[in-house]
């Protein structure tokens, strides 16, 4: 069974400071996703990473796939309360459309 | 191009009812995947439909069910709810391009409140 554990499981920062979120395997993944929820609502794609040692920037958003292919951690530089939700990972397979997500980090940013 | 629908969004039933709901995928997305989201437990895997046909299956009992028409808009049944059936029910569509399978695109969620 393939496991992603993501830290920390919750966060609270002030608006403007930065902060990184994890997400660890044991396990390769053909490919990880970042995803943020908002209570009530389901969750929305941020981005997909393929390759190994990958870096993707989204404004002030970082993703890096593990050279392995087995983590990923997520960078947000300067938070504002708008980035608060919940931050879930999840690895792909070649067993399509059976994703293994991990537990979420929530991040609460205050103004 | 329109999101992944869910109806309803909201449901109330008692224990022992069944309920159905209802997924409308990304236009051009065969695949619907369907999970069950709870405090405690996460995002758990029910199953993943492609062309009618169930091609992957998480480890939930067989009350849980579901079924893929041929404009691939899917539907779940539970049957004999449980208490323990109280959840955002999310289902998920993807694209059919190469190594972009395992990408998602969730709908917001059917909540159901199991009494």
């Known amino acids: 069974t393939q496991l992603l554990e993501q830290s920390p499981q919750f966060l609270s920062i002030q608006e403007g400071e930065n902060l990184t979120v994890y997400c660890n395997s044991s396990?390769?993944?053909?490919?990880l996703q970042w995803y943020r929820q908002e209570p009530g609502e389901g969750p929305v794609l941020l981005v997909t990473v393929v390759t190994g040692g990958e870096v993707k920037k989204l404004k002030r958003l970082t993703f890096q796939f593990g050279d392995a292919r087995k983590d990923s951690s997520l960078h947000i530089t300067a938070a504002q309360p708008g980035d608060t939700g919940l931050y879930l990972c999840?690895?792909?397979?070649?067993?399509?459309?059976?994703?293994?997500f991990g537990d979420g980090t929530t991040l609460t940013v205050k103004p | 191009k329109a999101g992944v629908t869910q109806t309803p969004r909201y449901l109330i039933k008692t224990r022992g009812q069944q309920v159905t709901l209802s997924c409308s995928p990304i236009?051009?997305?065969?695949?619907v995947s369907w999970y069950q989201q709870t405090p405690g437990q996460g995002l758990q895997f029910l199953f993943e439909y492609f062309s009618e046909t169930q091609r992957n299956k998480g480890n939930f009992p067989g009350r849980f069910s579901g079924r893929q028409f041929s404009n691939s808009r899917s539907e779940m049944n539970v049957s004999t709810l449980e208490l323990g059936d109280s959840a955002l029910y999310l289902c998920?569509?993807?694209?059919?391009?190469?190594?972009?399978?395992?990408?998602?695109?969730f709908g917001p969620g059917t909540r159901l409140t199991v009494l």
């Open positions: 999840a690895g792909g397979s070649t067993n399509a459309g059976k994703s293994t």
């Open positions: 998920a569509s993807s694209p059919p391009l190469q190594g972009a399978a395992d990408t998602q695109y």
């Open positions: 236009s051009g997305h065969r695949s």
């Open positions: 396990s390769v993944f053909s490919s």
